[in-house]
């Protein structure tokens, strides 16, 4: 039997408190795209905070949506806002990299 590899995340105590966040969370629809902030950020422990494009989908958004099972538009506005504040980095084409997910 394959042994399971559990991995695991601590949040800082001002994830919730940050500006970053609280501005993310007052935006319509804020709440959801905190917890698709969240989820990427699960989705991308085994790689140190790295997600990428296999180009099974059209582009980054629609690709990550389908592997969060979330909506493509909420996913596309998350990832705007989320490179806006420097919370997730197009490191090539194929790559991204959330800088929380390693420093946590």
Do not use: H
Not at 63 to 80: G, K, R, W, Y
Request: hydrophobic letters at 40%; glycine letters at 6%.
């Amino acid at each position: 039997m394959a042994e399971k590899r559990y991995y695991w995340m601590r949040l800082k105590p001002t994830f919730f408190t940050s500006k970053e966040i609280k501005k993310l969370r007052r935006i319509a629809g804020g709440d959801t795209f905190v917890i698709i902030y969240l989820k990427m950020q699960l989705l991308s422990l085994e790689t140190g905070g790295k997600l990428y494009f296999d180009g099974v989908e059209e582009n980054f958004a629609e690709e990550i949506a389908l592997e969060l099972d979330e909506d493509s538009d909420n996913v596309q506005m998350t990832i705007a806002y989320l490179e806006k504040c420097g919370l997730i980095e197009q490191r090539a084409e194929d790559e991204y990299f959330l800088p929380e997910v390693s420093e946590n």
